[in-house]
């Protein structure tokens, strides 16, 4: 059986002391390991103060598997469940190509597709072993390819593997195929036509459920009650006992025990064993009884020595309808959380540790967003750690919390990227960003940066942006004499000086103009007192 996890990497504690014991917290995508003291041993003394990383989610990290979370997350977005599987065939394959990883998608397939017959197709007895029959069918499929080679070659029913291809046929119930494989072996002994024909007909009556027929399952249980006695019997007269192939056919017909177990290599597993004996034994099983027989064939297929495997005691506890366990075993089993995403807690749990990957942080916030009770409160605080590496990042960062009306983290983003820019001595963006984030003290500050220049350099940088204020310049009295001041110079560059002398009127007589700057402002009358049409009446105060 498959291995369904790696051993994760060693990582070396340092060695504790007595009195001393580790503690284990769950990070996102990490198991932290910390040293804490046992109180009720009356320890003291220092504790080591280092956090150890113990196991990384690398699966995030993986191409192919970011593929996976990222159409994964259209499909949870458009709730389309039905398309998981033919996803995770998918990347099962591409995978398998790629040489890694393709045992956890196999195993994951595995794990769904018998989820999705017990707890959403919920089938009820009599279909619940057509269900059963298609999902072992589905991931026992090397007989197709064993089939092939025996078909194409010169002599089918002289290949060495062509008995092996007639049972593994009748041990996925694949009733119809064993039948034409046998045709071909009937023509090579004449003498034993009617043996063969005998067989073909016991193989062509077995009854199989018909969920839309209007055979009830008690009906049909008889009808094939009836046919299993009438297999019971040929068994029992020796009708093949001159030919051992056919009789071990019969065998598996009446659901011998011993014949299946001594067939593991073609069954391969447990739950195959377990399928192909509900098959032959009890066609009509209950969901409420496969527990039963789901552990009983376990413990008969597998060595009593061997310990289960966690694919185990995964398939074990889906038999036992212990959803609850199947998510546990699985979050331990499997590599990260994106399997497991069943209920909104764990939801909570795959998404965060996205939010620790560089690009499918964003993804996360859909998920977080189907968390009513919860998911606010880990976005605002998983947004929060989000690196704004770069302006691009911080906008698309801004309008995931704009959108959801999360004002305190847009205003925090925006003084983070409006003191980024400032100390980087670009005035333009951080006034962006505070108007942005309607921080009037902070647009206060790099207005006047802004005169400050101005009065260094005679000239105002960003022009553009202060040109463009608009009602934006109403944030603070700073500002608003920067966009009121700039709209003066406009004014005088185009000799509409009457205009631009009522508006520095204004500035002078509003005391919004700041001291330092009350000179420049004195200095700037001066070539409209020149101007015939411009009458400037100035009250000094």
């Not at 064993?178 to 024909?197: D, G, S």
């Not at 003066?488 to 002398?501: D, M, Q």
Request: glycine residues 4%.
């Amino acid at each position: 059986m498959a291995e369904v996890d790696v051993e994760p990497a060693v990582t070396n504690i340092p060695k504790i002391n007595a009195g001393k014991h580790l503690g284990f917290a769950w990070g996102p995508g990490d198991i932290l390991v910390y040293e804490t003291l046992y109180k009720s041993s009356g320890a003291k003394g220092p504790v080591c103060p280092f956090i150890h990383e113990v196991r990384k989610d690398e699966d995030i990290y993986s191409p192919i598997l970011r593929k996976l979370f990222n159409e994964s997350h259209h499909i949870f977005v458009g709730n389309v469940t039905s398309d998981v599987l033919c996803l995770l065939l998918h990347y099962a394959d591409v995978a398998t190509r790629h040489g890694n990883q393709v045992s956890i998608l196999l195993a994951t397939e595995l794990i769904w597709n018998l989820c999705e017959v017990l707890f959403i197709d919920a089938a009820p007895a009599g279909s619940l072993l057509l269900h059963l029959l298609d999902w072992v069918r589905l991931h026992k499929a090397d007989v197709d390819e064993k089939a092939r080679e025996v078909l194409q070659s010169e002599s089918p029913a002289e290949h060495n593997d062509y008995w092996d291809v007639v049972v593994s046929y009748v041990l996925q119930g694949r009733l119809e195929e064993a039948r034409q494989m046998l045709v071909k072996q009937a023509t090579l002994q004449p003498a034993a036509r009617n043996m063969y024909k005998l067989m073909d007909t016991l193989l062509s009556k077995m009854p199989f459920y018909n969920p839309s027929g209007t055979q009830t399952p008690t009906e049909f249980e008889v009808k094939w009650r009836h046919w299993h006695d009438e297999v019971d019997r040929c068994l029992q007269d020796n009708s093949f006992a001159s030919n051992r192939h056919l009789e071990l056919i019969c065998k598996i017909l009446v659901g011998d025990e011993d014949t299946l177990l001594e067939h593991k290599d073609l069954l391969s597993t447990w739950y195959h064993f377990l399928v192909t004996r509900l098959l032959f034994c009890h066609p009509t099983v209950k969901p409420t009884e496969l527990h039963y027989y789901a552990q009983s064939c376990m413990t008969m297929f597998l060595d009593a020595r061997s310990v289960p495997e966690p694919l185990d005691s995964i398939l074990l506890a889906a038999f036992e309808f212990d959803i609850h366990q199947v998510i546990k075993d699985c979050s331990i089993a499997l590599n990260n959380w994106w399997f497991v995403v069943f209920g909104c807690f764990l939801l909570l749990e795959y998404a965060s540790g996205l939010f620790t990957h560089h690009s499918l942080w964003q993804l996360a916030v859909d998920y977080f967003d189907h968390c009513p009770e919860f998911g606010r409160v880990y976005l605002e605080l998983q947004i929060e750690r989000v690196p704004l590496d770069t302006e691009h990042k911080a906008l698309k960062v801004l309008r995931i919390c704009e959108q959801r009306q999360m004002s305190e983290q847009v205003r925090s983003i925006c003084k983070i990227m409006a003191m980024r820019a400032l100390r980087n001595n670009r005035l333009g963006s951080a006034l962006s960003w505070s108007i942005r984030a309607k921080d009037a003290a902070f647009a206060t500050l790099i207005s006047e940066r802004f005169l400050q220049d101005y009065c260094a350099r005679g000239t105002f940088s960003d022009l553009d942006l202060i040109d463009n204020l608009g009602p934006a310049m109403l944030l603070s009295d700073r500002l608003t004499f920067l966009g009121k001041y700039r709209e003066f110079h406009k004014l005088y560059g185009e000799k509409r000086f009457r205009e631009a002398a009522k508006l520095l009127l204004s500035l002078m007589t509003a005391k919004i103009a700041p001291r330092s700057f009350w000179m420049t402002l004195l200095t700037d009358a001066l070539p409209l007192l020149e101007q015939k049409e411009v009458s400037l009446e100035i009250t000094v105060l």
